[in-house]
């Protein structure tokens, strides 16, 4: 049985982080959303006394990558089998568009659409794979919901779908050719003091409700948020380059998704995205104009654009 899935992106609407654990890790408060730009993904499994698993790369971003046990969407396919005591077949094709190292969740997405699919063929419920996927990578778990919006805490893993009303903003990522490896990014990390922490979690409920409200972007524009920004930004160049640019161009709306190295800025109407992209384009940079996913889990009567 083959199936397709489409492997979305994500980017990170706010992000505090909130202490570290004895384990190393960092706790977080986050907001994701979703979003078009991303992976095609196809899984043709079948079972078998042995195991055997391929994986073909194409797409832009497919040939800067491994395709053996070494790639994520490989060991997610060995996890699936290995959690339930299977053997099988496994031919994995992946038409990788979303950039790596980028804040983006690429390759979270990629694995958890394995999961999803090797479920959807073998007759699985994918609730009994959020701790395998947990393992796999601390965003893995979050694209093994459908939802649009989820509040994310612990190290990422602990998830609450946010539903949503209203029109929503269009949104132009620009990727400046620069992979940000996260361990660093955290590893030059002050954390903030409980005080500031508790501020900045009440701008991320303060969000969440804008969003369940449908309320306009220029409601709650200021609260968006990213503690990662101190420790990436002074020491990326190109970072700093494209936040000088999206201030020369009098955009109210940009942050650095995740641990970088992506930055994305909210635009209200096509007009303004065409201006944007015109004005931020280099040949060091790639960037894409794209949307919120939709999301069936959004209330009645949402529209996922902004008029013109």
Known sequence: MKVTRFCPAKINLFLEVTGKLPSGYHELATLFAKINLGDTL??????????????????????????????????????????????????????????????????????????????????????????????????VPLFMYEDTFLKGEGIGEKLTPIPYR??????????????????????????????????????????????????????????????????????????????????NTGTEVYRMSGSGSTLFALVENEHQVQDLVAALSRPERDIYVTKFLESKHANNGNQNTSDE
Not at 59 to 85: C, H, S
Not at 114 to 122: N, Q, S
Not at 183 to 206: D, H, I, M, Y
């Open 42 to 139: 196809s899984v043709d499994a079948c079972s078998a006394p042995d195991t055997r698993i391929t994986l073909a790369l194409t797409g832009p971003v497919g040939k800067f990558l491994q395709a053996d046990q070494t790639n994520l969407v490989w060991r997610a396919a060995q996890a699936f089998l290995d959690y339930f005591n299977m053997h099988a077949h496994i031919a994995l094709a992946l038409d990788k568009h979303t950039p790596t190292g980028a804040g983006l969740g690429g390759g979270s997405s990629d694995a958890a659409g394995v999961l999803l699919a090797l479920c959807e063929i073998f007759g699985k419920d994918k609730n009994e794979l959020l701790a395998v996927a947990a393992k796999l990578g601390a965003d």
């Open 166 to 247: 209203g029109k929503l903003p269009f949104i132009v990522l620009i990727y400046p050719h620069l992979p940000v490896p996260t361990k660093g990014v955290f590893a030059r990390l002050k954390l903030p003091n409980r005080e500031e922490v508790l501020t900045r979690l009440s701008q991320l409920n303060k969000i969440i409700l804008n969003l369940e409200q449908g309320a306009p972007l220029p409601l709650y524009k200021q609260l968006l948020f990213n503690r990662l920004e101190e420790s990436v930004v002074p020491f990326e160049c190109a970072i700093r380059e494209v936040l000088t640019d999206l201030a």
